[in-house]
């Protein structure tokens, strides 16, 4: 019942910036529910990898790879969680994929493209 929704990726010069979104709906959809929600990345043909999350509680985690650039925000009318993505680089340039973790649940939004490119 729960569905998450991810938009935002697109075209970008090294350098700029582009800010993800997903947002959550259905039962124990509301933002608040979930034990972390967050992104991960898959090149095709390669594995999905953690890119950040926020916890319930507020806390953010972030990879090593993407640490200082990005940020992970919420906004809890909307019932959206927000990716901001600063200083892209080209090994950004991947499909992104919002992710909730509820227990032995987890939930995949359908995949956003982000391409860093000049």
């Known amino acids: 019942q729960v569905q998450l929704v991810d938009s935002g990726g697109g075209l970008v010069q090294p350098g700029g910036s582009l800010r993800l979104s997903c947002a959550a709906s259905g039962a124990s959809g509301s933002i608040f529910s979930f034990n972390a929600m967050g992104w991960y990345r898959q090149a095709p043909g390669k594995g999905r990898e953690f890119v950040a999350d926020?916890?319930?509680?507020?806390?953010?985690n972030f990879a090593d790879s993407v640490k200082g650039r990005f940020t992970i925000s919420r906004a809890h009318a909307e019932n959206t969680v927000y990716l901001q993505m600063n200083s892209l680089k080209p090994e950004d340039t991947t499909v992104y994929y919002c992710h909730a973790n509820y227990y032995l649940y987890d939930y995949w939004g359908q995949g956003t493209q982000v391409t860093v490119s000049s």
């Open positions: 926020i916890t319930s509680g507020g806390r953010t």
